[in-house]
């Protein structure tokens, strides 16, 4: 009943009355409420809008031939491909692995259901050098796996398949945790009936499931896309910087930066800051389309 | 048969949630599950939709057995409180998705789906999405949607839960009329007792996961067989009467005379203390005794008048000295706003206006009473009466886990030996069941209390945890009736689940083997066509001195019932030979004795559910009569 309220339009939080209030206090309140906003706004400007500003400015400082050529420089070019591949392998895997996980926890009972949440979210809590090092150990030269590997030739770390593996273990949690509550509160009512009316288990996902959680499931998505093109610490430990066949776009504006090469690191760092912005108007857009996201966000922000 | 369950049991971790239902629903049939939340209606209704398995027991639909077939492959119409429908789609998907699914040609789509919309009154609506309908428009676009794939039988979980009573009303003629037009078999899970009756053809009422009792609603409202339905379905007074040589006794009156009762039925059962149920409706009020012209059942005092349009609600305080007991546990009663009244006597009448005219009351007149018409139940447990007297053994008693389970189901009143004696008491007729505290002394004061015309008696060991089984042993075909009558009565209210166990000694001849299975198959049949109850059966190989040792010593608890038909003088003497274990001081397990003194013109007859007397008033059909449930055998042909 409740989430269905929550699905209502303008419904989603009950509206409390204003609090009735005396006339003299009213002025000191409205002077707090100033300072109070105006300290955050300034916060803001400082920290986050300013630097944002500069990036783009710095990139721009020696004309936008320079900017251009940094950004076709080979290097650039190759650490944008890898970027762009590695997100293109992670993001379905995770949609994946995350529907399949968020269906398992809300729609069954079976043992170690706290333990596989508690899982999901480990990524969150590991720092991401340390999923690297993870990795590191695992199929390094000296690793466990690391003889085997050798003899057979197969290269992880140090290489396309490490980075693909680091990330995606670091940006796992996004689109499982979007959907763990949202397919909770849903119920499985929907899913019961459709069975009922003769439909198989591909066609109740298809056209009943999906359906029901495509926003949350694309807001998930978004999250992981982003996190998985901007990640840096973990990439970082397997990748091995090798320019042109193992540099993701972080790690290119690593190098360029410690090379004092700031237009082309700030050129690159624009490409990155772009994609980010679109993801949060995205995000916003997505939000207004969906009244019970924005309620979850508005949650979650207090 | 439409729609068939067979011994179904639901368990969930902390037990069954659907214990041991067997019911039958006819062709066309409808059908409603009623019972307060948590009773198991619901979850019956997902076990015959496929949508939870079944860990014992058979469902068929239409003859073809179901209980391992997929929910998509059942072919049911299922609708859900909430509607469920596809909020993505338009009401015409909606509609049609049982045939999307099924890859139906679109044209043959359409045409289904405007039929249905039609049937529904929702013409003209195929392009709507759901949330831009009411909440009545939506749920019957779901009962269209269930009948797109034409199901061989409609479920309904409370459909009307969500919407307001006026739309309730609407929408449930609207699926009446459905159901009717369609002649499709259809079960409705609902704890709203007037929705029931508007719309069954047969009710069955569900608690703890029992089906109670099932019957058309007259007749269940009439005849119910058990305190829970007398008070579920509609007001009830419930007393403590005295079935005595005399007649019927409510308190000091005589209501029925003894031979007008033994007329009516023929109940050979003897005498003892019964439970009445007299409906509010059922009851005269008249300023003077004389007035009356019912059967007399005391005065009082009116304590309140509450118009309610076509009738008025009075409650009435009866005065102690009629002597009239409430057969609803002090703490089962429902207080009703009004101050303490302590042991007397509150009776809840109703009034047509056309009484009221006759007669105008106002509170705090004195009013004599008297009784139209009255339903006696067949439960053989009036009341449980407290037979140790030491402070310590009595508490332990009160507080044994399987008495307060059973008090606090069955609502049934508990006295201590301190209590006064009831009427029928002091008439030597024995009342209800009395409890004592097992041990090795218990089998003696079996047997004193036997000798002194106690005929149920339940032995609770200290420290017993509530059974987890029932078995019943009972091999005197004269102490079969009594007994299951008093396994019904308990059955209903636990939910442990109940098997009749026959032993067998390894040297007996066939032909005694033989009789021993007749009467296990007998006491089965029994309990399904008289109780409409079904229970598992067994066969101990052995002497009941061995199985006795046994039961003694489980870990797993149990409630042995044991029918014993003996003299007086020989109980002792069987119960320690043969269950001397079950008495002893380590026994584990409870012990329920249903005791029938030898009396050869009693033997074999069979007890029935009694009606009401007054024949004037009461048009006695068969079906008065008839068992409530239909019960289902194994090997009858569906």
């Known amino acids: 009943m409740i989430d269905r309220i929550a699905q209502l339009p303008g419904l989603g939080r009950p509206q409390l009355p204003p609090l009735p209030m005396i006339r003299r206090q009213q002025i000191p309140e409205e002077l707090g409420r100033a300072t109070l906003l105006g300290v955050a706004l300034l916060y803001l400007l400082v920290l986050v809008a300013l630097p944002l500003v500069i990036v783009f400015v710095q990139a721009f400082a020696g004309g936008v031939r320079s900017y251009l050529a940094a950004l076709l420089d080979p290097y650039a070019l190759a650490a944008m491909r890898l970027t762009l591949l590695t ?9 994946t692995f995350g529907i399949a996980a968020a269906w398992a926890i809300a729609k069954f009972e079976f043992r170690g259901k706290n333990m596989l949440i508690t899982l999901i979210d480990v990524p969150f809590a590991v720092s991401p050098v340390i999923s690297g090092l993870i990795y590191v150990l695992m199929f390094g030269a000296q690793g466990w796996l690391g003889p085997w590997l050798n003899e057979h030739n197969i290269r992880i770390i140090f290489a396309v398949p490490g980075i693909v593996l680091a990330t995606t273990f670091v940006t796992f949690p996004f689109v499982a945790r979007e959907l763990i509550p949202l397919m909770q509160t849903q119920g499985n009512e929907e899913e019961e009936t459709a069975l009922s009316l003769g439909a198989g288990g591909w066609q109740t996902f298809w056209l009943v499931t999906l359906p029901k959680i495509r926003w949350g499931l694309l807001y998930g998505v978004l999250l992981c896309n982003a996190r998985a093109m901007g990640e840096f610490g973990a990439v970082s430990v397997v990748s091995g910087h090798i320019r042109g066949q193992t540099n993701t776009l972080p790690l290119h504006i690593e190098i360029m930066h410690s090379d004092y090469n700031y237009v082309g690191a700030f050129a690159t760092a624009s490409i990155l800051a772009m994609l980010a912005l ?25 | 048969m439409s729609i068939t369950f067979e011994q179904v049991t639901k368990r969930y971790n902390a037990g069954p949630v659907v214990n041991d239902v067997s019911l039958r629903i006819g062709p066309g049939e409808f059908f409603v599950l009623l019972g307060p939340s948590g009773s198991g209606k619901s979850t019956l209704l997902r076990l015959a939709a496929g949508l939870t398995e079944v860990h014992h027991g058979r469902i068929s639909l239409h003859g073809r057995d179901v209980t391992h077939v997929r929910a998509r492959d059942r ?13 993505h789609m338009t009401v015409g998907q909606n509609v049609e998705f049982a045939l999307r699914v099924r890859g139906v040609r679109r044209s043959a789509r359409a045409r289904r789906r405007e039929e249905l919309l039609q049937l529904v009154a929702l013409e003209g609506y195929g392009n709507r999405m759901p949330d831009q309908l009411s909440g009545g428009q939506q749920q019957r676009v779901a009962v269209a949607r269930a009948l797109a794939h034409e199901p061989q039988v409609l479920l309904l979980d409370e459909p009307f839960g969500a919407l307001d009573a006026k739309i309730r009303v609407e929408l449930r003629e609207t699926i009446r009329e459905v159901q009717r037009r369609l002649g499709m078999t259809t079960i409705l899970v609902t704890h709203d007792q007037e929705e029931a009756f508007s719309l069954a053809d047969r009710i069955g009422i569900m608690h703890n996961g029992r089906l109670l009792e099932t019957g058309r609603p007259e007749s269940l409202y009439r005849h119910p067989a058990t305190r829970f339905v007398a008070t579920f379905l509609g007001a009830a007074n419930l007393f403590l009467g005295e079935r ?10 005589f209501i029925a005379s003894g031979t007008s009762l033994r007329a009516v039925k023929g109940d050979p059962s003897g005498d003892h203390e019964v439970v009445t149920v007299v409906r509010p409706e059922d009851i005269e009020v008249s300023e003077h005794d004389e007035q009356l012209d019912s059967g007399a059942l ?35 009663r429902a207080v009703g706003g009004t101050a303490p009244t302590g042991e007397q006597q509150i009776v809840d009448i109703t009034r047509t206006s056309a009484e009221q005219a006759r007669l105008a009351l106002k509170p705090g007149l004195r009013v004599a009473l008297g009784i139209r018409r009255f339903h006696l139940l067949p439960t053989p447990i009036a009341s449980f009466r407290l037979l140790a007297t030491a402070p310590a053994t009595v508490a332990a008693l009160r507080s044994s886990p399987l008495l307060r389970q059973l008090v606090e189901s069955m609502q049934a009143p508990v006295l201590d030996a301190q209590d006064a004696p009831t009427g029928s008491e002091r008439e030597g007729i024995q009342a209800g069941v009395g ?23 339940l032995c609770i060991p200290p420290r017993a945890a509530l059974p987890a089984r029932i078995l019943i042993q009972c091999d005197y075909e004269a102490a079969r009736s009594s007994t299951l009558r008093l396994v019904a009565s308990v059955m209903r209210h636990l939910s442990a689940e109940a098997t009749f166990v026959s032993l067998q000694s390894p040297a007996a001849p066939r032909a005694e083997a033989t009789s021993a299975f007749r009467r296990l198959l007998d006491a089965r049949a029994e309990l399904q066509e008289i109780h409409g109850l079904d229970i598992r059966t067994d066969v101990h190989i052995g002497d009941p001195a061995s199985w006795a040792a046994q039961l003694a010593v489980t870990a797993q608890p149990a409630l042995v019932v044991l029918g014993v038909e003996s003299t007086p003088s020989d109980l002792e003497r069987i119960l320690s030979s043969d269950f001397g274990a079950l008495f002893s001081d380590v026994s584990t397990s409870v012990v329920l004795l249903s005791y029938t003194e030898s009396q050869a013109q009693l033997a074999g007859v069979r007890l029935d559910t009694m009606s009401p007397l007054f024949p ?3 048009p006695q059909g068969a079906a008065a009569a008839a068992p409530a449930a239909v019960p289902v055998l ?4 569906a």
């Open chain 1, 87 to 95: 997100a293109a392998i992670v993001v379905p895997m995770n949609l």
């Open chain 2, 75 to 87: 072919g049911v119409g299922l609708v859900f409180q909430h509607y469920a429908l596809f909020r």
């Open chain 2, 298 to 332: 005391g005065a009082g005092q009116v304590l309140s008048v509450d118009f309610n349009g076509a009738s008025e609600r009075l409650r009435v305080q009866l005065e102690p000295e009629w002597d009239v007991t409430s057969a609803i546990g002090r703490e089962h």
């Open chain 1, 278 to 302: 679109v993801t949060l108007v995205a995000k916003a857009l997505l939000e207004r389309r969906q009244p019970e996201l924005r309620a979850r966000a508005a949650r979650q922000a207090v």
């Open chain 2, 616 to 618: 004037a008033q009461t």
């Open chain 2, 435 to 457: 409890v004592i505290a097992a041990g090795s002394h218990s089998i003696g004061e079996i047997a004193r209390a036997a000798a002194q015309g106690r005929r149920w008696l």
């Open chain 2, 634 to 637: 194994p090997g009858t042909p």
């Open chain 2, 244 to 253: 005595g040589p005399s007649g019927l006794r409510l308190g000091k009156r």
